[in-house]
């Protein structure tokens, strides 16, 4: 008997089959979000936002140059509740993330649990929310702001530093503990000479997003040239909306290049 070659196929029947029911019901699932989110929308709006964007954009231009004296003492508050916020960050974040670390947690059953969620709730909390919620407890001004930039960072700089000390080479700490080192010196000498590169890099590459972020927390009553943007916003003076848009985007523009040069220096 002669066996004929079968003809190859990249998926069988059945998998074309599957695959097709898939983006059927993928089609249908963006259908009907389609018509709950826009179940409420005024077209008439829609179709002269065009308009209405350059009737805003023809108002912003040019800029008000003169207002730039009043952006300075502001922009001096952005900056210093980004960099404090950063060093409240990294105070906390640091034996969190001690903590967290399989190879470092002096319990796993019990401190790594609760500062692996403390990893999680900081990073699932909005740097924005949290200024809310410092408002309304301490009231407008600085500290809310410092505050919430600071418990917004403990997640994002415990989460990577703890994977830095979970990735170290044990040959190194098995080295020092051979030694007859105690924790504290196999901590001192086998794990952290090995992180602070990367701890360094994640602390300025948080600063530089901190800058970002610090930005407009004064829309909800932090401080900073949000506040002055809140303002501006209110009173409908968009040349001054302008010029304060374009300081936010030459200070960003300046700590990324800056972030940039000091990891690179670093790593």
Avoid: H
Avoid at 12 to 24: E, I, M, N
Avoid at 80 to 99: C, E, K, Q, Y
Avoid at 103 to 122: D, E, G, K
Wanted: aromatic residues 10%.
């Amino acid at each position: 008997m002669t066996d004929f070659p079968q003809t190859w196929a990249f998926r069988s029947p059945r998998a074309r089959l599957a695959l097709w029911f898939g983006w059927l019901c993928l089609v249908a699932l963006f259908v009907y979000c389609w018509q709950v989110m826009t179940a409420n929308t005024i077209w008439a709006f829609i179709w002269d936002a065009p308009r209405q964007a350059a009737d805003i954009g023809g108002r912003m231009m040019p800029p008000r140059l003169s207002y730039l004296p009043e952006l300075l003492v502001p922009l001096w508050d952005t900056l210093n509740m980004a960099t404090l916020g950063t060093l409240l960050g990294v105070i906390l974040a640091v034996p969190v993330a001690f903590l967290a670390a399989r190879n470092t947690s002096p319990s796993l059953l019990i401190l790594r649990p609760i500062a692996l969620f403390i990893i999680v709730a900081s990073r699932s909390i909005n740097s924005l929310i949290w200024a809310l919620l410092l408002v309304a407890i301490l009231g407008p001004g600085l500290l809310a702001g410092i505050i919430a930039i600071g418990l917004r960072s403990i997640g994002f700089i415990g989460k990577l530093l703890y994977e830095a000390i979970e990735e170290t080479d044990i040959r190194q700490i098995e080295a020092v503990t051979a030694t007859g080192a105690s924790p504290a010196q196999v901590l001192n000498y086998g794990i952290v000479p090995q992180i602070m590169p990367a701890f360094w890099g994640i602390t300025v590459f948080r600063w530089d997003i901190n800058i970002r972020e610090s930005a407009i927390l004064g829309l909800v009553g932090a401080g900073g040239l949000g506040l002055k943007l809140q303002a501006s916003l209110n009173t409908l003076a968009w040349p001054q909306v302008t010029l304060i848009l374009l300081l936010i985007l030459l200070t960003v523009v300046v700590s990324e290049w800056v972030s940039a040069r000091v990891r690179g220096a670093i790593i």
